[in-house]
């Protein structure tokens, strides 16, 4: 047993030898990661009337009595359409250790296409927050907000966080590590309950400064990588003003103007800064893995994609402004692998980019 903080990949697969991570389908390749699980669809969608969570007491089988729609066979591949809310049984279920809490979340494609992913479990209360020594079943709700996107089993949207305690960094931690290892690179070290960070809107090179999705497109196929023209998704947002206006109701990607650097020994996690801080909201894919941006493992920093979102009001965004903010906290012990070091990780050394899923002109 390792100490306080959060489980690397040679934790998570002892806790699969042990059964307290139960798979229905033998472990696929690649699938954990340095400090986090991926979760993989079952066979079967089920269409709901609205989210839910199941409640104390409940489980998401008897909500599903209540909000059930419809159910979708996905062994053959199933579109689940923009604007629908889907729950779907993944392959995982947990037993965990009265003393191993976890969190979850979209992975990076997943929020870069606007699929918005939570996991939801029996007598859960919270969003992607699950309890410890939960033992049951794992769900993920899913709704496409922008793309219609083609699914099949086995895919993999979201992630899951082990914790035993907590490892969180306070401000006086954090700056000692950033003095020590220097995890920001091309801005301030903006540290105030996280590491904050600001958005690029004056590229070095052109005027491109991101994308936004537009409203009538086709199909996106989870399984095609690279198999999409990016032209036919999203328009490109250009400015040499240092500010754009978002629209209401749109989703857009843009990238941080600083890059980040996650140490072996740490992993991070995207929240948002301040809720009053503006009209929009940034990020649903928010796990930064140990080594993100790691000179040994091919990073020499890394910066960080932005999924945003305007709310009710259009809003003007300046270059400059943070828009959201890092918390850091102790891994439990170093994973035996890093991110980006000898693994598929698509992101490592990243600026602004879209899913992988797409192809660039």
């Excluded at 979340?105 to 606007?114: I, V």
């Excluded at 991070?268 to 790691?294: N, Q, T």
Aim: aromatic share 8%.
């Amino acid at each position: 047993m390792t100490g306080t903080g959060v489980l690397p990949a040679q934790e998570i697969r002892a806790l699969i030898e042990t059964g307290a991570i139960g798979l229905a389908a033998p472990l696929a390749e690649g699938q954990v990661q340095p400090a986090s699980l991926d979760l993989r669809l079952g066979d079967v969608a089920y269409r709901v009337r609205a989210s839910f969570l199941a409640g104390t007491g409940r489980t998401v089988a008897e909500r599903l009595a209540d909000f059930e729609m419809h159910r979708i066979d996905l062994s053959g591949g199933a579109v689940l359409e923009k604007g629908c809310v889907y729950v779907v049984p993944l392959m995982e279920r947990l037993a965990l250790p009265a003393d191993i809490q976890a969190v979850a979340n979209a992975k990076s494609s997943t929020g870069r296409l606007d699929l918005l992913t939570r996991a939801i479990t029996d007598g859960g209360v919270e969003f992607d927050r699950i309890r410890p020594g939960y033992d049951g079943p794992l769900y993920a709700e899913i709704c496409p907000r922008s793309f219609s996107v083609l699914v099949r089993p086995g895919q993999r949207l979201n992630q899951i966080r082990f914790r035993r305690g907590q490892a969180v960094l306070s401000d006086a931690e954090l700056r000692a590590l950033h003095d020590a290892e220097g995890l920001v690179a091309g801005g301030p070290a903006v540290i105030s309950g996280g590491l904050g960070f600001s958005v690029d809107l004056k590229p070095a090179e052109g005027d491109l400064v991101g994308y936004r999705a537009k409203p009538h497109s086709g199909v996106i196929d989870l399984d095609r990588v690279g198999g999409h023209d990016a032209a036919e998704f999203w328009e490109e947002i250009r400015t040499d003003k240092g500010r754009i206006i978002l629209d209401p109701g749109a989703f857009y990607i843009l990238v941080s103007r600083e890059s980040v650097h996650i140490p072996p020994d740490y992993a991070a996690e995207m929240a948002p800064y301040l809720a009053m801080v503006g009209e929009f909201r940034v990020h649903y894919a928010g796990f930064f893995d140990p080594g993100f941006g790691h000179d040994a493992a091919g990073g020499s920093g890394s910066r960080g994609v932005l999924e945003v979102r305007c709310h009710e009001a259009p809003f003007v965004l300046e270059h400059g402004q943070v828009v959201g903010r890092l918390v850091y906290e102790r891994m439990a012990a170093r994973p035996e692998t890093l991110y980006g070091a000898g693994i598929a990780s698509n992101y490592q050394g990243q600026g602004l980019k879209l899913s992988k899923h797409f192809r660039m002109p």
